[in-house]
């Protein structure tokens, strides 16, 4: 090890596949593109069928240092990331979807970022590019209307409630610190998705901070989680319950319960716009214990119990 990658912390990349044999390649290729010295890779596969596992071990078998952890049952993506996050090193870590691309300067750039930082940071996010399959642009995470105007509006600090009342951060970009991850000992196995969860956990006890930078091409396609949600038969809304019920326990002030009712809210409509009733009876039951029913909420939430 050079004296540059002595002197800087392991950031550890936990590379997620699930059948991302069209894209793994642009992955990998982003990783060792990286400027940052001190990387500990982690190659995960979540049981691929469409030959991604031989892709993977063409990638170690090419770079002796990185490590692999082929599953042989799919156990989805909280899992398989915490089985890598048990066995890792790293004083940082990335959660990186094998469908999306590292810019070459994003760990050096967060990690920078985080060294301004005290402990109570336990993430550094930024802006990502929007791609498509082909890997042409789409567009920004953040919209700019105006010189110095982002939308949706990023929040730095304190945001437990901003995260209860709005989606405001590009899940890919996060850089997050393994003191947090462990904390909250890893992602919640039980959910179907780790994003929401570990934002409300996460934001309870440490401070976020954006970084103004595009470090991250995120790829939109149709097998991509963040597709599958609101649909008939939802797979992730039961999680997303769950998960409200959490932040409802970790609610401190009437503000964050504000908060947490416009969540609710969004949810309920949604749910019943997709014809997800039962879970739509579950959204309105968390806001009346949150006492934020408004007479739209009680129409939805009496048509959702009619209909489920």
């Not at 890919?172 to 992602?187: D, E, F, I, K």
Request: glycine content about 4%; overall charge positive; proline content about 5%.
């Amino acid at each position: 090890m050079n004296q540059a990658a002595a002197a800087s912390p392991v950031v550890t990349i936990v590379a997620l596949c699930y059948n991302h044999a069209r894209f793994v390649r642009e992955a990998l290729d982003s990783i060792r593109a990286q400027t940052y010295p001190n990387l500990e890779v982690w190659l995960v596969d979540d049981a691929s069928t469409d030959g991604s596992v031989a892709i993977l071990r063409e990638y170690a078998a090419a770079n002796p240092a990185w490590h692999t952890l082929l599953l042989p049952a799919n156990v989805g993506n909280c899992a398989a990331f915490n089985q890598a996050f048990r066995r890792a090193r790293g004083e940082f870590f990335i959660d990186f979807a094998t469908d999306d691309v590292l810019l070459p300067t994003r760990v050096a750039e967060q990690v920078a970022a985080f060294q301004q930082l005290d402990a109570s940071y336990g993430v550094v996010f930024t802006d990502a590019e929007l791609i498509d399959e082909t890997s042409r642009h789409v567009r920004y995470h953040y919209r700019r209307p105006a010189p110095g105007q982002l939308h949706p509006r990023p929040a730095s600090g304190h945001v437990f409630a901003e995260v209860l009342r709005r989606y405001f951060i590009s899940t890919p970009t996060m850089l997050m610190r393994r003191s947090t991850l462990a904390h909250l000992g890893g992602y919640d196995e039980t959910l179907a998705y780790e994003d929401f969860d570990f934002w409300v956990r996460a934001a309870r006890d440490f401070q976020f901070h954006f970084l103004d930078a595009v470090t991250t091409r995120k790829r939109l396609h149709p097998g991509a989680m963040s597709r599958r949600g609101y649909r008939p038969h939802d797979p992730f809304l039961a999680s997303t319950i769950t998960v409200c019920r959490k932040a409802l326990a970790l609610c401190r002030t009437a503000e964050e319960r504000a908060a947490l009712a416009v969540r609710l809210r969004w949810e309920l409509r949604l749910a019943v716009r997709w014809s997800n009733f039962a879970e739509a009876a579950e959204l309105y039951a968390l806001l009346r214990e949150v006492r934020a029913v408004r007479p739209l909420d009680w129409a939805l939430g009496h048509y959702a119990r009619l209909r489920r």
